[in-house]
């Protein structure tokens, strides 16, 4: 666990009260230290409390270039902090880069408290790494300008990854913006998410409540361990897409299926970043379900010799016709799954095998908001997005996962009236469910060279 995760750090943000500036050049940081939480810890520890992206070596630096004052004295990161002490940071930020463009400006709302804006598929949602222009953010200041009022306190409530669409709440001045952040705090914000994932789950419904944190080693990457934090995501299964093949053969008699030798498994790159280890080989169909097999069943089929790839596993690859009956399953009736398809429920004498690549599209409902925690959550548990680069496979089709921010419902800042409002998904995640639907399965495609650096791997 990173300082910026600990109980310490989240202490001090929730006593310290820190305003935030963005300017052309640079992001300006202003914060009063407070009186009880952290006092003991030197300046640079206390402002990645509330600052966790910086880094050691990026406060130093900064304190030698002047950029860090304390009551308008130029101050050194490993200074200590005394309470009631004026703070203010100036970092810098990367040169932008010119090659970039943004979709256009989409706002679903906006009065004098508070704007609702419709993000697109792989737009920034404010400044980061080289992009300092044509960010959500960049696009709303712009837009107050131009109706006269001030840029400054534009301030965005709520952020999502670059490569998910969706809404992003923002508010036009300070007290607007204390208003609705206590509401989220307080969880009286709803908002929900719709996400396209590999294999269809065997239940209609349900939670995932597994905590995360940040994997070991990693900067990027997060994953579900024992000591993260408190996560929960709700979700239910919309509707299921994929090429399904059926075929009826009559069911073995009892322990027929224990006949063949356990099969071990080694745990993929995947699972083990996720802190999931594989116990048991399971056919590329049941992979595509994340259902598993029935006890004593998992145990039943050696692997065949031309057992599918990584690469044909992330995007449910099936396995050639009859290779999956090398061993045959013991009787079972059609899971929630087929059922939603439209399987009928097969008796004791007969059973189905299922062959092909399904794909379910999820709606999620977070009850907190930790970083990646959709994402996590449904790699963690077999169902890793479609086009995820960070937890499952990159597709040809998209930027990145497919994940859209689909509904919000909070209480106006002013008035207290609930305000509920809905995106359309963008086209692209539209066209890929689409061809999923038709039978088609995403196009994997490797890390480029960027994802490769933001993962820690070398270039390959």
């Known amino acids: 666990m990173s300082f910026g995760e600990s109980p310490l750090a989240a202490a001090i943000r929730n006593e310290v009260k820190v305003v935030k500036r963005l300017t052309a050049t640079h992001r300006e940081v202003v914060f009063t230290v407070g009186r009880r939480q952290g006092l003991d810890l030197p300046l640079g520890r206390y402002l990645q409390a509330l600052c966790p992206r910086y880094t050691d070596e990026l406060l130093e630096r900064w304190g030698m270039a002047g950029r860090l004052t304390v009551d308008g004295v130029e101050a050194r990161a490993d200074q200590a902090v005394v309470s009631g002490q004026l703070v203010r940071l100036l970092a810098p930020l990367p040169v932008a880069d010119p090659t970039y463009t943004p979709p256009p400006l989409r706002l679903l709302y906006h009065d004098d408290d508070v704007i609702v804006a419709d993000k697109g598929l792989g737009q920034l949602a404010h400044q980061a790494g080289k992009i300092m222009t044509g960010t959500l953010l960049n696009q709303l200041q712009d837009w107050v300008r131009e109706q006269g009022g001030d840029p400054n306190q534009i301030r965005l409530v709520n952020r999502i990854d670059r490569d998910t669409a969706g809404i992003v709440l923002a508010t036009r001045h300070l007290d607007a913006h204390v208003t609705v952040s206590d509401a989220w705090a307080e969880r009286r914000v709803h908002k929900e998410y ?22 070991e080693d990693a900067v990027v990457l997060r994953c579900v361990r024992s000591d993260g934090l408190a996560c929960h995501t709700e979700w239910r299964v919309e509707a299921v897409a994929g090429t399904w093949e059926r075929r009826l053969q009559p069911a073995k008699s009892p322990g027929q299926a224990e006949a063949c030798a356990p099969s071990p498994s080694a745990a993929s790159p995947a699972e083990l970043a996720l802190g999931a280890p594989r116990q048991v080989q399971s056919s590329p169909a049941e992979l595509a379900l994340g259902a598993p097999r029935p006890p004593g069943q998992a145990e039943a089929c050696a692997p065949s010799p031309s057992a599918a790839s990584p690469a044909e596993l992330a995007l449910s690859a099936p396995r050639p016709l009859g290779q999956a009956e090398a061993c045959a399953p013991s ?8 059922l939603a398809l439209g399987a009928p429920r097969l008796g004791t004498r007969t059973q189905s095998s299922v062959v092909g690549p399904p794909f379910a599209r999820l709606r999620l409902i977070l009850h907190t908001g930790r970083q990646h925690q959709i994402r996590v959550h449904a790699a963690h548990h077999g169902h890793p997005l479609v086009g995820d680069w960070v937890y499952g496979t990159p ?21 207290g009236a609930e305000l509920r409002f809905e995106s359309t998904w963008p086209e692209p995640l539209a066209q890929l469910w689409r061809h999923l639907e038709g039978g088609g399965v995403p196009t994997a495609k490797p890390l480029n060279p960027e994802q490769r650096a933001r993962l820690h791997l070398p270039a390959g």
């Open 194 to 215: 719709v996400a396209i994932v590999h294999g269809a789950p065997d239940a209609p419904a349900g939670h995932w409540r597994d905590p995360i944190g940040l994997a």
């Open 331 to 338: 009787p079972s009736a059609a899971s929630p799954a087929e």
């Open 395 to 415: 597709c040809a089709e998209l930027p990145g996962q497919a994940l859209h921010a689909a509904l919000i419902v909070f209480p106006h800042p002013r008035t």
